[in-house]
């Protein structure tokens, strides 16, 4: 019979500690493998930041460009200036047109126009405006809002006249708080005292006429008419100190001033001397 060496086998035969080390299962990380999660981690909330805040400076960006644009579009301004003698037809981009007397200045944003339809006026200009969006002229002394209608302004120095071809028109005083609604043929002009003084007797004085080149006056002063030509000819006109006649009348913008002189002057019983180049003087005959 073999005989077996038991001591051999007990040996060769692991323990009981030793059979449950072996079973037990190892949940603990190397410091290697700890690490490479730890910087696994940063990397990716880095690149979440990264991201986010490229996101910001995107809509950061886009936004300082519109309001570029916005700022650009509403600052743009397009400007006309017309010279001694000349006048100039400017038609907007809704149909609306404005005949620019001589020696005046008109200004507007074209790239808002549809949004805003604003100009600003110094001189004297007929409109025409298209039905729409409401239309404002702007001038020193007074604001004219409308809808869709024919009209005239006059806007110089001290004086601010405005006529009503057709429709109606608002005409606001921005001396004071007046204001008040002109029907056509009626006319309103702002007194010495900033209040609006409005005339219903249906008289147009110094209209321009878009269909004909020729100035009319209706019971206007003299000196109203006189400074008309000075702007019409670019000339200097010196009239008697005092005068308070009124003129009706009119004259052809193409007629020498040699001519004009002559129908301003014989009404009144005066002559004119030509005192040197463009410079006129009105005196009694």
Request: some cysteine; charged content about 25%; proline content about 3%.
């Amino acid at each position: 019979m073999e005989h077996v060496d038991t001591n051999s086998i007990s040996r060769s035969r692991p323990s009981d500690e030793e059979i449950l080390s072996r079973a037990c299962i190892s949940w603990k990380k190397t410091r290697e493998e700890a690490w490479e999660d730890v910087s696994a981690s940063i990397r990716n909330r880095t690149s979440i930041r990264l991201t986010g805040s490229r996101f910001v400076w995107a809509v950061a960006a886009s936004l300082a460009i519109l309001i570029s644009t916005g700022l650009f579009m509403s600052l743009y301004t397009k400007s006309f200036i017309t010279a001694p003698g000349e006048e100039r037809t400017i038609t907007f981009s809704d149909g609306s047109i404005t005949k620019l007397s001589a020696q005046s200045e008109l200004s507007y944003h074209p790239l808002i126009w549809k949004l805003d339809r604003k100009v600003k006026l110094n001189g004297e200009g007929y409109f025409e405006v298209i039905p729409g969006n409401t239309f404002s002229v702007i001038s020193e002394k007074g604001i004219t809002t409308v809808l869709g209608t024919k009209f005239s302004i006059f806007a110089r120095q001290n004086r601010y006249e405005v006529s009503c071809v057709s429709g109606k028109v608002k005409v606001e005083s921005t001396m004071t708080d007046d204001a008040v609604i002109l029907h056509q043929d009626e006319k309103a002009w702002l007194n010495t005292h900033g209040k609006l003084d409005l005339d219903r007797e249906q008289q147009r004085e110094q209209q321009i006429d878009a269909k004909q080149s020729e100035w009319t006056f209706t019971n206007e002063p003299l000196q109203n008419v006189i400074r008309t030509l000075e702007d019409q000819y670019g000339i200097k006109i010196n009239l008697p100190a005092g005068d308070s006649h009124r003129f009706t009348g009119g004259f052809d913008k193409a007629m020498p001033i040699q001519n004009v002189l002559d129908l301003v002057c014989t009404p009144f019983g005066y002559t004119f001397t030509e005192k040197s180049k463009g410079e006129f003087e009105i005196h009694p005959k």
